[in-house]
């Protein structure tokens, strides 16, 4: 026997038939490549979606094709994400940060048809065309008017043009859900990019996840503005939330500068936000810097690195903005864990309440997690047991794009994802992330946790960034070397630093040495680059490396 209920495929396009319908009249505001301000409502967002699919279709783009975006966050962008996937073709998201020979392989990797870019990446673009097997045609996303010259882009078209010779009239067609409907390839932090084909039925889920109060707790009163990139993750599933729960959306297309990202805030009336911790550091640095408030923001979600304690602090205590830590992958859609809090944690005092706000937070529901030892045997839940974090779910990679490779590990016949993160899980569900596991600085056989010693590191007034890599060592194998930016103007030494452990870990965990840096590598989405540190940092001496240092 069967349940009686409709069977109706859940299809992204539905989030832009409900926003027009339930809420056409609320904003989707963006910040241009020009620099001026654009607003249109769902109603027109949905209009123009329709009329691209239309303009898809007419250019021979079929069910299954991938057709690529190099942009930023913006109205275009959001129109193709809908066009595109709603249609039945498949929407491949790049990452403009990327070399261009990268930005070629993933193309043609992805065998992407068709181009969409924004203005500022023609640069980009023109040395992609002389690469790329795969791309046939290139649409500038901009009018007429601001058609760039260029005899380096064969096919060269133009986005509103393409929208203004195409019939708002077009059916969103009906098929199954399990089709793909945008792929994402990984920046490459950790080998070679890999490509996660997201289905539509896998979107919707995360959809429904990620707006639930305890995940990112997106609401119609609310102005969501995602400093988080669309071709990351799909800025982490906001702009679906958002048509689903008929949030205002604001773009701030590639103005990201702590200025331009504050008056937008301002201006808009956001409500919450989210990002990697790097862009925030630009945002707070300007906050402080002209004491300024922020008048509408209650609450930010940070994700995509750990967040360090001192800009937790910094936005809670100083600015009484909210941060909601979350942690993902691209493999996951992203969303596996925020850390909302439990209501007996309300009465708690505030650093031993900001101590569970640091955790990777609880499962959404639709993920299921464990950790692992070495042989794979599940570890308690103890908040102490730390081991190699599995995962699976509706929303969780099987395999990805056009590989033959099966990633997942098995127990019991049952597939689970190895998310490559070292992890801790508490009684109460919380994880959280001490490394991962290429990040381990294994010093005598045992495990030091960088993310712990940066936090640190940060923590200390003079601190703009640190991060933590293992170096060689003759009796240890590993030591850890921490590495500094300084905050400008500010003065510490390699000693006070160390000293600055003392009392905070374990003897054996402080790092052997520090080096002072005027900048971090950073990867294309915007975290730290603790390969090229290591591959910089390969030959350092740490002092007295041949003593033998205390162990316990
Ligand atoms: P990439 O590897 O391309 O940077 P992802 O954005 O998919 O791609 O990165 C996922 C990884 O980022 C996770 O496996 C984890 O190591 C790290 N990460 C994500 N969120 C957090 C967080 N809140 N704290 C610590 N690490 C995080």
């Known amino acids: ?164 010779g195409a019939s708002e009239r077009y059916t969103w067609p009906v098929f199954d859900e399990n089709a793909p409907s945008s792929l994402c390839y990984t920046s490459g932090t950790t080998g070679n990019p890999k490509g996660v084909l997201y289905s539509h039925r896998s979107t919707i889920l995360h959809t429904y996840a990620a707006a639930l109060p305890d995940a990112l707790n997106c609401s119609a009163r609310d102005t969501i503005l995602p400093v988080v990139p669309m071709f990351h993750v799909n800025a982490w599933g906001l702009p679906y939330a958002a048509c689903m729960v008929g949030a205002k959306l604001v773009f701030p297309g590639p103005h990201l500068d702590g200025k331009s990202l504050y008056e937008l805030f301002e201006s808009e009336g956001v409500t919450v936000s989210a990002g990697v911790p790097t862009v925030w550091q630009g945002l707070l640095a300007h906050v402080e810097a002209h004491g300024l408030k922020f008048s509408t923001m209650h609450r930010t979600i940070i994700g995509g690195s750990a967040c360090p304690p001192a800009m937790m602090r910094d936005f809670q205590q100083r600015h009484g903005v909210q941060v909601l830590h979350a942690w993902g992958m691209t493999e996951m859609s992203p969303l596996g864990t925020v850390c909302a809090l439990r209501s007996r944690h309300a009465a708690l005092p505030e650093e031993q309440r900001m101590a569970v706000q640091l955790k990777q937070g609880r499962a959404v529901y639709g993920v299921d997690m464990k950790i692992v030892d070495a042989e794979g045997a599940e570890l308690p839940q103890d908040g102490k047991a730390a081991g190699e974090l599995l995962v699976r779910g509706p929303w969780i990679v099987s395999r990805y794009f056009n590989s033959e490779d099966d990633p ?78 300084r905050k400008p103007g500010a003065e510490v030494t390699r000693e006070q630093l160390l000293a600055f452990y003392e009392g905070k870990v374990a003897r054996w965990w402080t790092p052997d040495d520090v080096v002072f840096v005027d900048a971090i590598p950073l990867g294309a989405t915007g975290k730290m680059q603790k390969t090229r540190l290591r591959e910089q940092f390969a030959n350092h001496e740490l002092p007295g490396a041949g003593a033998v240092r205390p162990h316990a």
């Open 1 to 164: 026997m069967l349940g009686s209920m409709m069977q109706q495929p859940l299809l992204i396009s539905s989030l832009l038939t409900h926003a027009e319908r339930h809420h056409g009249d609320v904003q989707v505001v963006s910040r241009r490549v020009e620099g001026d301000v654009h607003r249109q409502t769902y109603r027109e967002l949905a209009a123009r979606s329709r009329r691209m699919a239309n303009a898809l279709a007419a250019r021979g783009v079929a069910a299954g094709d991938r057709v690529a975006t190099l942009a930023w966050n913006g109205y275009r962008h959001m129109e193709l994400y809908y066009a595109v996937s709603g249609s039945g073709a498949v929407l491949h998201t790049i990452n403009p940060r990327l070399h261009p020979e990268q930005v070629a392989w993933i193309a043609d990797h992805a065998e992407d048809r068709i181009l969409f870019f924004d203005l500022t990446f023609l640069p980009l673009v023109e040395a992609v065309a002389a690469r790329t097997k795969s791309i046939r045609a290139y649409v500038a996303m901009t009018d007429r008017a601001h058609m760039p010259e260029t005899s380096k882009v064969p096919d060269l078209l133009c986005y509103e043009d393409l929208i203004a």
């Open 408 to 485: 997942l590990v098995y127990a019991d016949g049952v597939g689970w994802f190895p998310t490559g993160d070292v992890s801790t899980i508490d009684a109460d569900g919380y994880m959280q992330i001490t490394d991962r596991s290429k990040d381990v600085i294994k010093s005598g056989g045992e495990w030091i946790g960088s993310i712990d010693l940066e936090n640190i590191a940060m923590s200390h007034p003079a601190v703009a960034t640190a991060a933590c890599i293992g170096v060689k060592h003759p009796k240890w194998d590993e030591r850890p070397l921490l590495v500094v930016v």
